[in-house]
């Protein structure tokens, strides 16, 4: 694909120079959004209760009672979606929110809404994020909703079903209710997904409710023992979809009440019907994303490739452009669109109770948004919206939605790179960036068509899954790898917990006291590994389970490639392709531990008068928080190899050989496993804010980490530990691509990595084209050593640790935490400091500036 | 004859005090729970608005939630349930030492100083107790949930002297 409209080098150029304020629109609109965010003007996020009541309400009509579940899921969005309040809350060009809210938390009761039923009182002036929410909402969500829902939710369903059947996976609800073993997101969630757009755009709704009556009728005709169940499912589409026009009738009606003229022709065009314009594409995508919400938690449901998705549309207008005033006009007015619904997709986050907040404090919806990249046939598809794209994300420089930019080296122009790396550097985060020939090598991998892989688009954090075809589920499993290292050194246990009835928690472990070498040391801890990935995996799939029969997603099947064709809901395996994903926290930490081990264990091999057991030895030194053992938790500092760090005191690649053992184990060990649809898991490294969570509650590791220290983030090497900015990229690429031997490569983190890098700013940036170059080079330099992805917080130790003292001073400081964009001053103290702590490179020296040098440093 | 020197005097009282305080927490504990328990009993039989938490337009709330410590230094069952009063029926909680066998949920503390931390925190944090190890449950997470904000409306009842609900 190549540039339209901005094609010569001036009209990039002129783009480039845009600034919000020659938008008044949009200008307002982020005056308005900061307001909230900063809790400005009586202004802030608020609870928005609408959805609960009127779901709750379909969901307790007795005529309703008798519907097959799929049916009766589908009519609770059709009334939720047709008895909305409408609002129009600004001058938003674009039709439809999520709440009833300038920015709303919605309640998903089904889910896990009821956290927040303790804080009712408090949730609009506890200290941390507060959202306001009104004493009457309160208490109809003390009386009329929550009652409804305690014990219908998606996790105590699983949990009834487990008791009932005396299921072992009772033994994996325990542990993941610990909190610190593992955590499945099937309990909250299933979102975490691409849907497919391009079926509504093209055809309209009404097209797509006529296809799915005409498959209800043949589902009804037939003989086959599911046909009843695939002619309910069919019904069931239809009814959500109705649902959709009835909230954009609505819409349309409001609109010309109040003599919104273009909005209200825009909706009479769309959704029903195919769009013919850029401004009707966008307004229908956005009505079908509010309505996937009605559906589904806004959590990490993510709009997919943009700048391809709506680029035909775009092209609709730039071809009835004949004048250089008419096609500049259409720059604008696209630029004003794209603002437009970057606002719409930030006016809603999660409902996080107080209690969450040190897991997952900060969080947006993270919706994800990909750019750029190669199109199907491995053309270069970057185009006039993807740099459009690109110019609202610096104009705006907002959390939501998380913009992701793909990067093909041979493909891409240069000036797609220069624009990636101009949009971090002004919005000193945004976007991340992804290596196409990597990812795509990783799908193709999980046998998706090369096709589809090249069509691959970020799920919320930094997941890749094809386009509408891949029902990706990509938090089934958040593991904490340092749970199976305490576990290991501690014969199957993990002190001070305790489970009743489970003493060890694994009763198959190696004691330390057998163990001689390294080696017999790592089975020690494959055994603890495979059993929390086989406890993880057992609840996922008994949560998926839980999904298809109580919880069936027959809007959110609308959109997607494979339930019209197979007449079956995503949750039960519609999907062209099926898969879940498996995430991992503390892998640096748990790699710095076995380095660390196997450094011991050659220092005291090699010293004859040493009869000690090391391993034994490092036990001990654990268990006692390194207390009366400083000297050699200085030595392991000092000494260890450290991932990625070069390899030093003639140790080799030990550090590199153990980081490739645990991936390769953890991509063998999950590939195996089935999930409830049919797929298989897929291993990943990112974090979210859990690193530093779980770490404030984590024991001492053998890494020399003390207790209740942050862990790594992602697959961040650990903090202050890798100096040399190289060998850190090296590293890291050395894992997304393994190179065994000549001719055989293999990718084994098909799920996606977040790998997080600060560097120092430079004083106009921008401006300095070496910076802007090195900047450049290095993502090039990293893709081509085989990284996967990386993102950056472009700040120094001196903003952050100020920011932190005076948040007031700095609002709208955005970050990268371990996938999404945060505002800094939204986060916990623990991720604060994890931000603050992290290993800052100076992009000239290519060198860690260390913490400990420029405490007290400002720019 | 000499006394014992100022510093194991101080060791002695400082040994003493937390004798007393480990006493206080192991054996008041059951009493102390109760105590709480026979407040929000009564608040939900002299408070309509309180009341409506446990029987609200359709729907009454039956729960058996079970208290315990590790160290058996707590065991109390608190019950919701109806009572008939003449031809009428109503819902109520009753309390008493022991565990019941069937519960809905069983809230387990890591001894009687975990429960004390718990009921006497300003703004108890479920999540951060579980995490500490100190509390542990079994069963519904939604009923925990639902007690949580009852025993909030209670202490909000208790400072205001009124109550919405």
Redesign the interface.
């Known amino acids: 694909m190549s540039r339209m409209l901005l094609a010569p080098d001036a009209a990039l150029e002129a783009l480039s120079k845009r600034s919000l304020e020659e938008s008044p629109r949009l200008h307002r609109l982020k005056t308005g959004y900061l307001d909230i965010i900063e809790r400005r003007n009586g202004k802030g996020v608020e609870v928005c209760v609408e959805r609960a009541l009127l779901i709750t309400k379909s969901m307790r009509a007795p005529e309703n009672a008798r519907d097959p579940m799929v049916i009766r899921r589908a009519k609770a969005i059709n009334d939720y979606l047709s008895n909305r309040e409408i609002h129009f809350h600004d001058d938003n060009l674009l039709a439809g929110a999520t709440t009833s809210k300038e920015m709303g938390a919605p309640v998903y009761p089904e889910f896990l809404g ?2 927040i ?6 949730i609009s002036t506890r200290t941390s994020n507060p959202q306001k929410l009104s ?1 009457e909402d309160a ?1 109809a969500l ?3 909703v ?6 219908k ?1 998606v ?2 369903r699983t ?1 009834t079903r487990l008791t009932q059947e005396s299921s072992d996976t009772l033994l994996a609800l ?1 542990l993941m ?4 073993f593992f955590i499945n997101g099937g309990g909250a969630v299933i979102s975490h997904t691409v849907p497919y757009f391009q079926d509504v755009l093209k055809h309209g709704l009404l097209k797509m409710i006529d296809e799915a009556t005409r498959m209800e009728h043949a589902a009804s005709g037939a003989v086959s023992p599911d046909a009843a169940a695939k002619a309910h499912f069919y019904r069931a589409m239809q009814i959500s979809m109705h649902g959709i026009l009835a909230y954009a009738n609505n819409l349309r009606d409001k609109a010309d009440r109040l003599g919104l003229e273009t909005m209200r022709d825009v909706l009479t065009q769309v959704p029903a019907h195919p769009a013919t314009s850029f401004h009707q594409a966008v307004n229908a995508l956005w009505l079908c994303h509010v309505a996937i919400l009605a559906e589904n938690v806004n959590m990490a449901m993510s709009p997919g490739r943009l700048d391809q998705i709506l680029y035909p549309y775009y092209c609709m207008d730039a071809e009835k452009c004949t004048t250089h005033e008419s096609k500049q006009q259409l720059i604008d007015r696209a630029l004003e669109l794209i603002g437009c619904l970057w606002f719409k997709i930030a006016d809603n986050t999660n409902l996080v ?4 907040e ?1 897991m997952f404090g900060g969080a947006g919806s993270v919706p994800a948004v990909t750019v750029g990249g190669i199109d199907r046939q491995e053309e270069d598809a970057v185009n006039d919206l993807t740099y459009l794209m690109l110019k609202a994300t610096q104009m705006l420089s907002i959390r939501d939605p998380n913009v992701n930019a793909r990067l093909h080296l041979d493909k891409n122009p240069p000036e797609y790179q220069e624009w990636i790396a101009q949009t971090i550097l002004k919005t000193r985060a945004i976007p991340a960036v992804y290596n196409d020939e990597v990812v795509i090598a990783s799908l193709v991998g999980q046998k998706i068509k090369l096709e589809d892989a090249r069509d691959y688009a970020i799920v919320g954090c930094v997941e890749p899954t094809t386009s509408g075809q891949s029902f990706a589920e990509t938090s089934a499993i958040l593991l904490n790898l340092t749970a199976a290292m305490d576990m290991t050194l501690n014969e199957g246990n993990r002190p ?3 489970l009743e009835g489970h003493n060890p928690i694994n009763p198959h472990f190696i004691s330390l006291e057998g163990i001689d070498t390294f080696e017999e040391f790592l089975a020690a801890f494959r055994l603890q590994l495979e059993f929390l990935v086989d406890q993880s995996v057992s609840l996922a799939n008994a949560l998926g389970e839980s999904h298809r029969d109580w919880l069936p997603s027959p809007l959110l099947s609308c959109f997607f490639c494979g339930p019209m064709t197979h007449g079956k809901d995503l949750t039960d395996g519609g999907a062209t392709y099926n898969s879940s994903g498996a995430t991992h926290v503390g892998f640096a930490d748990v790699c710095d531990s076995l380095n660390a081990i196997e450094w011991l264990a050659t220092r005291y091999d090699e010293d004859e008068d040493r009869d000690e057991n090391p391993f034994e030895v490092m036990r001990d030194a654990v268990a006692h928080d390194f207390e009366g053992y400083e000297e050699l938790r200085q030595l392991i500092l000092a000494q260890a190899p450290k991932f990625g760090s070069l390899s030093s005191n003639g140790h080799g690649n030990i550090a590199q050989r153990n980081a490739q053992w645990l991936i390769t184990l953890l991509f063998d060990l999950y590939q195996h496993k089935d999930n409830a649809r049919g797929g298989v898991y897929r291993p990943a490294f990112w974090t979210m804010t859990n690193h530093a969570g779980l770490g ?2 984590g024991r001492a590791l053998p890494s020399g980490r003390k207790a209740k220290q942050v862990f790594s983030s992602g697959i961040t090497p650990v903090s202050q530990s890798a100096k040399d900015l190289l060998a850190a990229y090296n590293a890291v690429g050395g894992l997304c691509r393994l190179d065994h031997e000549v001719g055989s490569v293999k990718y084994p983190i098909p799920g996606g990595i977040a790998l997080n890098m600060k560097y120092t700013p430079f004083f106009h940036s921008l401006d300095n084209p070496h910076y802007v170059k090195g900047f450049r080079d290095l993502i090039t330099g990293y893709f081509g050593a085989g990284g996967m992805q990386v993102q950056f917080t472009v700040q120094d130790y001196g903003t952050l640790l100020e920011a932190k003292e005076h948040p007031e001073r700095f609002p709208d400081l955005i970050v990268r935490v371990s996938g999404y964009s945060a505002y800094f001053k939204d986060l916990n103290e623990a991720m604060q400091n994890e931000l603050i702590t992290r290993s800052q490179y100076d992009l000239f020296a290519r060198k860690a500036v260390l913490l400990n040098q420029t405490k007290g440093e400002s720019s | 004859m000499t006394g014992p020197t100022t510093a194991v005097r101080k060791v002695r009282l400082g040994w003493s005090v937390r004798r007393l305080i480990a006493q206080i927490e192991n054996e008041l504990s059951d009493d102390f729970l109760i105590l709480l328990l026979d407040a929000m009993r009564l608040a939900l039989a002299i408070d309509p608005a309180y009341h409506r938490n446990i029987e609200y337009g359709g729907d009454v709330f039956n729960a058996t939630y079970v208290f315990k410590s590790k160290d058996g230094g707590v065991k109390v069952t608190a019950r919701f349930e109806p009572v008939r009063i003449l031809l009428f029926k109503r819902q109520r909680l009753r309390v008493r030492k022991g565990a019941a066998k069937t519960f809905d949920v069983e809230i387990t503390f890591l001894n009687a100083k975990a429960l004390w931390e718990f009921l006497l925190a300003e703004d108890p944090d479920v999540f951060a107790f579980i995490l500490d190890n100190k509390l542990q449950t079994q069963g519904n997470l939604n009923y925990v949930m639902k007690f949580g904000y009852m025993a909030n409306r209670l202490k909000h009842l208790t400072k205001l002297g009124t109550a919405t609900a």
Do not use: G, H, I
């Not at chain 1, 039923?117 to 408090?122: A, K, T, V």
């Not at chain 1, 109770?353 to 969450?356: I, K, L």
């Open positions: 009821m956290s039923w303790p804080e009712l009182d408090q004493a208490m003390n009386l009329e929550f009652p409804y829902w305690m014990d939710t996790l105590e949990r325990d209710e610990r909190v610190s109770p107080e209690s969450a040190k001070p917990l305790e404030q509650v």
